[in-house]
């Protein structure tokens, strides 16, 4: 599960939880028919909120994965990447990083100026557009808000990673998630990994005992700099405070966690989901070298974690934003009896995956509407809800310097990034991270 560098810039946990844990399922795969949604009609209508690179791209590959299904709403702080989208989303042809081929259903799209919509409060107005299904995929931030809102509407929801920043987010995720799981509605996250053949094969194998016991091993995310992926835009004249940050959002603890919990998340993702659990401790530390400049927030470009988990093994988890390093994006799983990465197990049942390859940007989507289809909704709420949290509790530990328990974390820490009022106005940055004097909150 390593991509090796380029040379650029008490009980064993290895089974209980893989059948909750694999989007595979048999609560994922099954086919159905003949379930009415908005339209009256087997037509699944979706609506996007938060209209920049990822969200255009998540409802491509919504669109690409199943028929049947129309984008009929688009929501957004700014009315510019409304616009955007709606141009780009109904003119065939272009294709997306995530995406396998060049988008060709421009005739899914049926949004019309009425059912676009902008400012904070653009999410509520998409929920009750008459949509099926929601796409979450703002910055980070507004993810626990935008989901209980869309549950407590009734609608199936797929969100993107992570899902929260903060503590306070992630025990409103995991409220949501139960309340969608009494309701019948369906939660697909976008850890796609979790819906990717290379993994699942091997984790199935992980969790049947093939590599033995799990004692150690290695998470990483680290390449260059997210500037150079169009990351950043110059302040204009006329920006205020909020609005500046929020086109910004990356560089912004309270928007996107840190690169840790934005990008990383993926990685642990994987830990959390070979383990069986989620970790009991982290110890990290981490800083900002490089990217120092005011206009990139507040965030650090480096983490080092150590994570423990509840049978003693340790993981060591690593995060890095700098150009001109070497590269290495990939998990390590060590077993008592061999070693599990990607697509591969080495050891006395050694494995190799030689099966498809299909799109997992679109997959997961595909198994989403599945389990909406069938009846039997996939809902991913929890894991990727923990996932996220093994995040944040590595970027409490580096701001403070401190190491961190997961209970105390996830049950009493009220450390909560939320601004005082959501209006586009000012907005001081919050002061850089610096272990040993940033409070433990």
């Given at each position: 599960m390593v991509r090796q560098a380029?040379?650029?810039?008490?009980?064993?946990?290895?089974?209980?939880?893989?059948?909750?844990?694999?989007?595979?399922?048999?609560a994922a795969m099954g086919l159905g028919g003949g379930r009415l949604f908005a339209a009256g009609s087997d037509t699944i209508r979706v609506g996007l909120i938060g209209c920049g690179s990822r969200g255009m791209g998540a409802v491509r590959n919504c669109a690409d994965s199943a028929p049947n299904v129309e984008i009929v709403a688009l929501g957004d702080l700014f009315q510019d990447r409304v616009a955007t989208c709606l141009k780009t989303i109904k003119t065939n042809g272009e294709k997306d990083w995530s995406s396998s081929a060049p988008w060709t259903h421009a005739d899914k799209v049926k949004v019309t100026p009425e059912t676009?919509?902008?400012?904070?409060?653009a999410y509520k107005k998409v929920i009750n557009s008459g949509v099926d299904l929601v796409i979450l995929a703002t910055s980070p931030h507004f993810r626990p808000m935008h989901l209980k809102a869309a549950i407590e509407a009734g609608k199936?929801?797929?969100?993107?990673k992570p899902v929260a920043v903060d503590p306070v987010g992630i025990r409103s995720v995991l409220a949501s998630s139960e309340l969608a799981r009494q309701k019948g509605l369906a939660i697909g996250a976008g850890t796609q990994r979790r819906h990717d053949p290379k993994y699942v094969e091997v984790m199935k194998r992980v969790h049947n005992g093939e590599?033995?016991?799990?004692?150690?091993g290695q998470c990483y995310w680290v390449q260059g700099w997210v500037r150079q992926w169009g990351f950043y835009t110059e302040r204009k004249p006329q920006w205020t405070d909020m609005e500046t940050q929020c086109?910004?959002?990356?560089?912004?603890?309270?928007?996107?966690?840190?690169?840790?919990?934005?990008?990383?998340?993926?990685?642990?993702?994987?830990?959390?989901?070979?383990m069986g659990t989620h970790p009991v401790m982290a110890m990290g530390m981490g800083g900002r070298e490089v990217r120092v400049e005011p206009e990139f927030g507040n965030i650090y470009d480096h983490f080092a974690v150590e994570y423990e988990y509840p049978n003693g093994a340790r993981i060591l988890s690593m995060a890095r934003q700098i150009a001109g390093c070497t590269d290495r994006i990939g998990e390590r799983i060590v077993g008592a009896k061999g070693i599990a990465t990607e697509g591969t197990i080495e050891g006395a049942r050694a494995y190799k995956y030689q099966g498809p390859t299909p799109n997992p940007y679109e997959q997961e989507h595909a198994d989403l509407i599945r389990s909406i289809r069938s009846g039997r909704p996939l809902n991913e709420g929890k894991a990727v809800a923990e996932s996220t949290m093994t995040a944040i509790l590595g970027r409490m530990s580096a701001y403070t310097g401190r190491a961190m328990k997961w209970d105390w974390?996830?049950?009493?820490?009220q450390l909560d990034l939320t601004p005082p009022r959501y209006e586009l106005g000012d907005l001081p940055v919050a002061p850089v991270a610096i272990p040993g004097v940033t409070p433990l909150v």
């Amino acid at each position: 599960m390593v991509r090796q560098a380029t040379g650029r810039s008490g009980e064993s946990i290895s089974r209980r939880r893989f059948m909750q844990g694999s989007a595979l399922s048999a609560a994922a795969m099954g086919l159905g028919g003949g379930r009415l949604f908005a339209a009256g009609s087997d037509t699944i209508r979706v609506g996007l909120i938060g209209c920049g690179s990822r969200g255009m791209g998540a409802v491509r590959n919504c669109a690409d994965s199943a028929p049947n299904v129309e984008i009929v709403a688009l929501g957004d702080l700014f009315q510019d990447r409304v616009a955007t989208c709606l141009k780009t989303i109904k003119t065939n042809g272009e294709k997306d990083w995530s995406s396998s081929a060049p988008w060709t259903h421009a005739d899914k799209v049926k949004v019309t100026p009425e059912t676009c919509f902008t400012g904070f409060e653009a999410y509520k107005k998409v929920i009750n557009s008459g949509v099926d299904l929601v796409i979450l995929a703002t910055s980070p931030h507004f993810r626990p808000m935008h989901l209980k809102a869309a549950i407590e509407a009734g609608k199936h929801v797929f969100m993107e990673k992570p899902v929260a920043v903060d503590p306070v987010g992630i025990r409103s995720v995991l409220a949501s998630s139960e309340l969608a799981r009494q309701k019948g509605l369906a939660i697909g996250a976008g850890t796609q990994r979790r819906h990717d053949p290379k993994y699942v094969e091997v984790m199935k194998r992980v969790h049947n005992g093939e590599i033995g016991e799990l004692v150690a091993g290695q998470c990483y995310w680290v390449q260059g700099w997210v500037r150079q992926w169009g990351f950043y835009t110059e302040r204009k004249p006329q920006w205020t405070d909020m609005e500046t940050q929020c086109r910004n959002w990356y560089y912004y603890t309270w928007l996107s966690g840190d690169h840790i919990v934005e990008q990383h998340v993926h990685n642990l993702d994987v830990i959390n989901w070979a383990m069986g659990t989620h970790p009991v401790m982290a110890m990290g530390m981490g800083g900002r070298e490089v990217r120092v400049e005011p206009e990139f927030g507040n965030i650090y470009d480096h983490f080092a974690v150590e994570y423990e988990y509840p049978n003693g093994a340790r993981i060591l988890s690593m995060a890095r934003q700098i150009a001109g390093c070497t590269d290495r994006i990939g998990e390590r799983i060590v077993g008592a009896k061999g070693i599990a990465t990607e697509g591969t197990i080495e050891g006395a049942r050694a494995y190799k995956y030689q099966g498809p390859t299909p799109n997992p940007y679109e997959q997961e989507h595909a198994d989403l509407i599945r389990s909406i289809r069938s009846g039997r909704p996939l809902n991913e709420g929890k894991a990727v809800a923990e996932s996220t949290m093994t995040a944040i509790l590595g970027r409490m530990s580096a701001y403070t310097g401190r190491a961190m328990k997961w209970d105390w974390a996830i049950k009493s820490s009220q450390l909560d990034l939320t601004p005082p009022r959501y209006e586009l106005g000012d907005l001081p940055v919050a002061p850089v991270a610096i272990p040993g004097v940033t409070p433990l909150v």
